[in-house]
């Protein structure tokens, strides 16, 4: 049998996993913090619904998992989890009535997309997901925005985060000259710029018949260099109309709230910045390593999906469910870890008990342990004692604690800090006291 893994999968020993979750720790407490509550949805859906035209769009249902199910059902593998969310938004909220507005979830899970591998890039991964539904302010982007910026200072990776706004880049290209049923498709190639160049850019545009003089105005607009207030002046000066005001309106509202929302990293506005996804409405960010040598894919991405709720849900107003969310990947977020060097233990026990003769009174120590908080392992009988602090030693388990005979008429066990090569013989009481304060962070 080939027990090999499939290509753009992995499996994460106790060391990697250990240090996934405790991102995930970081994260779930800043989520909580901000007021945001867990949801939880399928991984199986209807391919209706992955595929619905309000949903991910072309470029990203050619990477969707699609097959039948025994009573011939179309289903997918879900490929993000704002789509499933808008599922119960529009079911929970809408149909049923069961939600209060404004509306703050987050979600923790696998999504699958059978794309292109590479570093920070694979096929099965998990997002963490972020959304806010129920309010149009911008205020509610500022919030994300400086989330993720706590989150990332508390992993100690330093980020960029660069912005823009759909309608400005819209504006934009109507400006420009681009018939406005060119206006998404040339939004697909120009999100590329950073990757592809403007060469690579205006070989797509050109293939999607957009003229030479158009090309030559977009290179114009898309080369504005600044600090972010700078270029939403040189922005302001250039373009014109409603949707121009507006976009424009709302990145400088943006940039307003986000020292106040406690966000001190570094950002860049970037105009050609789309995101990809069809469903953006407004403002849009993604969160870049600073150093960018190694991995080149975003730690974190999101912006603000007004429509597609309303859309799913059919209603009169697409705008009746106003959202904007972020996601970040927890793999691409380890791998960024794991390359500064940043390391977990092999396991998660903290205290190792080992019996001599005292199988019985050891396990009710182990209980005892436990009870005050600690993670604690039993040694199994009938091993050599010196083989059981190499197995304590090879793990990583910080202390390990002995109980023979001897201490055990004396009420005492012994304790030996394995960090500092330090043992000595202790009261329960006294050994729970050493091993808190030795754990506690520095």
Not at 161 to 180: D, H, M, Q
Request: net charge negative; aromatic share 8%.
């Amino acid at each position: 049998m080939d027990l090999s893994l499939l290509k753009g999968t992995k499996d994460y020993l106790p060391q990697e996993q250990i240090l996934r979750q405790r991102v995930l720790e970081v994260m779930r407490g800043t989520f909580e913090r901000y007021g945001y509550s867990p949801v939880e949805t399928p991984i199986l859906n209807n391919f209706d619904l992955l595929s619905s035209k309000y949903a991910g769009g072309a470029e990203i249902l050619k990477e969707t998992y699609r097959f039948q199910d025994q009573g011939d059902r179309d289903l997918g593998l879900r490929y993000d989890l704002t789509v499933p969310f808008s599922r119960i938004i529009g079911f929970y909220g809408g149909l049923h009535k069961q939600l209060s507005f404004p509306f703050k979830r987050y979600e923790v899970g696998k999504v699958f997309r059978d794309g292109p591998v590479r570093t920070g890039r694979v096929r099965e991964f998990t997002q963490c997901d972020v959304d806010i539904v129920g309010t149009s302010d911008v205020s509610a982007e500022a919030e994300l925005i400086a989330m993720a910026g706590e989150i990332f200072d508390a992993l100690d990776l330093p980020v960029v985060v660069r912005i823009n706004n759909r309608k400005v880049l819209s504006a934009v290209l109507c400006g420009c000259s681009v018939p406005s049923e060119q206006v998404g498709p040339a939004i697909l190639s120009i999100d590329k710029l950073e990757k592809i160049g403007w060469e690579g850019v205006c070989k797509e545009l050109r293939e999607k018949q957009i003229e030479q003089a158009a090309l030559d105005r977009l290179n114009d607009f898309f080369h504005i260099t600044g600090a972010p207030e700078a270029i939403v002046s040189a922005l302001a000066e250039r373009l014109e109309g409603d949707l121009a005001e507006e976009g424009l309106g709302e990145l400088t509202r943006l940039l307003e709230l986000l020292p106040a929302a406690g966000f001190q990293g570094r950002l860049k506005l970037v105009p050609s910045l789309a995101r990809g996804l069809e469903i953006y409405t407004g403002t849009v960010f993604e969160c870049f390593l600073v150093d960018q040598k190694r991995i080149a894919s975003s730690l974190a991405a999101g912006g603000r999906f007004d429509e597609i709720i309303g859309r799913f849900l059919e209603s009169e107003d697409p705008c009746a469910y106003p959202a904007v969310g972020i996601s970040f990947g927890l793999d691409v977020v380890y791998e960024a870890l794991r390359q500064r060097g940043v390391e977990a233990p092999g396991t998660v026990t903290q205290v190792y008990v080992v019996p001599i003769n005292t199988q019985k009174e050891s396990l009710k120590i182990a209980g005892q342990l436990r009870s005050a908080g600690f993670n604690v392992e039993v040694a199994p009988p009938g091993k050599r004692i010196k083989k059981l602090f190499r197995y304590a030693n090879q793990a990583g388990i910080p202390f390990v604690l002995t109980l023979g005979e001897d201490e055990l008429k004396e009420g005492k066990v012994s304790l030996k800090n394995m960090r500092a090569e330090t043992q000595q013989s202790l009261s329960l009481a006294q050994a729970i006291e050493a091993i808190r304060k030795a754990l506690q962070p520095s």
